[in-house]
Every structure is written in C-alpha cells, then in structure tokens.
Nanobody, 121 residues
Framework: VQLQASGGGLVQAGGSLRLSCAASGRTFSIYGMGWFRQAPGKEREFVATISGSGGTTYYADSVKGRFTISRDNAKNTVSLQMNSLKPEDTAVYYC???????????????WGQGTLVTVSS
C-alpha cells in the first residue's frame, strides 16, 4: 500500500483544514487507517483512527470534538477534517494503514510522507 497525504498549509488559530490521504491498491477497505502527527522536537503521536468499514473511529483526547476522521472506500481515500485549530496542532501530519489484526494504537504497517500543518496564533 502506498499512501500520499495532502492538504496541509498555514492557517490562523480557530480556522479549519482538511487533510486527505490517497491510497493505492484494490483492497483499501480491509485496512484500518490512522492519522499521526509530529511536532518539532517532539515524538510522533497518535491523532485518530478509523476501521476498514468506517464504522469505528477513535481520537486522541487532544483533538476529540475538533477533528473528524472519515474514509471513502470507493475512492481509496481517508480524510481528517480539522476545526478550531490551535497553535499546538502545528505538526507534520502522517497517514498510515494497518493490516487486519493489528490492535495496538501505534501498530501500523504503511506510512505516507507527511504534510505540514502550521497554525498561527
């Protein structure tokens, strides 16, 4: 699976951005998908995940209520709608895919290249 993230940019605090991740392959719907982020000088952290069917989602506490993860299996894409952005959301955001059976929050098999989100105060 190859992943290509896009949609990052510069936004003011309180604004919104929508990230997208396009995946290659015919079996996209079997993969759980996730978004992670890495701020300068910090470790990569989990943001959100969605099951293969899209029926189950889970969010980090820091983004719950502000971010929404979704997927379109017909288009092989997963998105992250980010609202009410804060300066602390500034990071490189990565999409990731994991095979069936992975259960750990950080257990992902494939990673995209990342897209930079900068939130100004």
């Amino acid at each position: 699976v190859q992943l290509q993230a896009s949609g990052g940019g510069l936004v003011q605090a309180g604004g919104s951005l929508r990230l997208s991740c396009a995946a290659s392959g015919r079996t996209f719907s079997i993969y759980g998908m996730g978004w992670f982020r890495q701020a300068p000088g910090k470790e990569r952290e989990f943001v959100a995940t969605i099951s293969g069917s899209g029926g189950t989602t889970y969010y980090a506490d820091s983004v719950k209520g502000r971010f929404t993860i979704s997927r379109d299996n017909a288009k092989n894409t997963v998105s992250l709608q980010m609202n009410s952005l804060k300066p602390e959301d500034t990071a490189v955001y990565y999409c990731a895919a994991r095979k069936v059976g992975r259960v750990g929050i950080n257990e992902y098999d494939y990673w995209g290249q990342g897209t930079l989100v900068t939130v100004s105060s």
